[in-house]
């Protein structure tokens, strides 16, 4: 009878908890215990989330748990590795700051042939060549985080590796690749399944770009190179390469998209990415409204949901044909920050015609407040300076879009 009660319990429960975020549903600390000391925890199917001390995890408990009746029926768990005071977790399996090390003697790459490892994050620490060819084993495997792991001259073995082949996501962002790192990834004949692929903060030049006839990741859907000085040498070439032709979302956060070399204008003449969903820009060293014109008249924008333009020092005088433009039918999300615009641009860009489906504008560290233009001499109050709290304009009050200003 108490084991009928029980069964019941735990379906009304399961039925409850489905719509419950994953992150949620975290088995308490105890669960785990009773696991490992050999008790029966027929609640352990409810969770999605297991976390394992170090201990637990250098001594089997991962495969231990996960290898649970309890869970037969659940389709996925996050597993988190409490390392020190470092325990976060991501689905399937993270490796903290500081865990590879340990890692190396240790017997996990044993203990995850016991599940279907899907996703790997090792990021900040040293990818070990063993380590990096014991993960690539698991053909499952469809989302690798690498970093800040020291990888430029580890690229060679990802590159060559058949274990990639189900790749979706690869993260190598922070990893000082170079010209001849690059040259390793974009040889690979192993990526061709890879949505989403992070370069952020290397240092790729414009003349390491070399994808005019690359046909290594022909679906790629998302590139961030954030904080790649690639120049307009770089955009330009990023702008022809028929291999990013399905990109949906492009960071090019301080790409050093100087206004005078055209780099901006390269990526709204470009005639690839006609699929643009979400296009990241910042860092855009001013000289007028050439890079905001350049957009305005683009003709690649017609399925662009978000665009950020921040830290470009445009002031409301800039807006003119931005501000008008019919490029951009069906934006969304526009983010205007740390400009020198006033409540007049912010009406200028709401109240004209160029964003139908406008739904939030972000003009967080503009010149709000007591401003006055007299030629180039602005005397204004910054909304992050000032201890006097930001007010919006009642013409502004009821605006078509969410306007978040501070």
């Not at 869970?71 to 020190?84: F, I, K, N």
């Not at 956060?253 to 901006?264: E, I, M, Q, T």
Request: proline share 4%; with cysteine.
């Amino acid at each position: 009878m108490p084991g009928e009660v029980l069964e019941v319990g735990l379906e009304y429960a399961q039925k409850h908890l489905e719509h419950w975020d994953d992150r949620l549903r975290a088995a308490p600390e105890g669960w785990v215990d009773d696991v490992l000391g050999g008790k029966e925890q027929p609640r352990l199917g409810l969770t999605r989330v297991l976390t394992l001390n170090e201990a637990q995890w250098l001594h089997g408990g991962f495969a231990d748990v996960l290898t649970r009746p309890e869970l037969r029926h659940t389709t996925g768990v996050d597993v988190c590795v409490d390392y020190g005071s470092l325990g976060t977790g991501y689905r399937h399996l993270k490796v903290n700051v500081g865990f590879i090390e340990p890692l190396q003697g240790a017997p996990w790459a044993s203990n995850l042939t016991h599940v279907g490892l899907t996703g790997c994050d090792l990021g900040w620490g040293a990818a070990a060549e063993g380590v990096l060819r014991a993960l690539l084993g698991f053909p499952a495997l469809a989302s690798l985080k690498l970093r800040a792991c020291r990888l430029n001259a580890l690229l060679s073995v990802l590159g060559q590796s058949a274990g990639l082949a189900g790749l979706k996501c690869l993260d190598v962002s922070k990893n000082e690749i170079s010209r001849d790192g690059l040259r390793h990834l974009m040889a690979s004949k192993h990526l061709g399944n890879l949505r989403a692929l992070d370069l952020s903060a290397n240092p790729i030049y414009g003349a390491d770009i070399a994808w005019g006839r690359a046909k290594t990741f022909p679906d790629l859907q998302a590139l961030y190179m954030s904080w790649c000085p690639l120049g307009k040498t770089g955009v330009a070439k990023l702008a022809r390469a028929k291999v990013l032709k399905n990109l949906v979302t492009l960071d090019l956060d301080s790409c050093r998209l100087d206004s005078k070399s055209g780099a901006v204008a390269a990526v709204a003449q470009s005639k690839m990415w006609t699929k643009l969903e979400h296009l990241r820009l910042g860092d855009v060293a001013y000289s007028g409204r050439k890079e905001l014109d350049a957009l305005a008249a683009s003709a690649c924008f017609a399925n662009l949901k978000s665009l950020s333009i921040h830290r470009g020092l445009y002031m409301d005088r800039d807006l003119g044909a931005f501000a008008q433009s019919e490029a951009f039918p069906v934006l969304e999300h526009l983010d205007m920050s740390d400009h020198r615009l006033t409540w007049k641009g912010v009406e200028a860009i709401v109240n004209g015609p160029a964003m139908p489906e406008l739904k939030t504008l972000i003009v967080k560290k503009n010149f709000f407040g007591e401003e006055a233009y007299s030629g180039q001499n602005l005397q204004f109050r910054r909304d992050s300076g000032s201890s006097d709290p930001v007010v919006l304009p009642d013409a502004l009050a009821q605006a078509r879009c969410t306007i978040i200003y501070e």
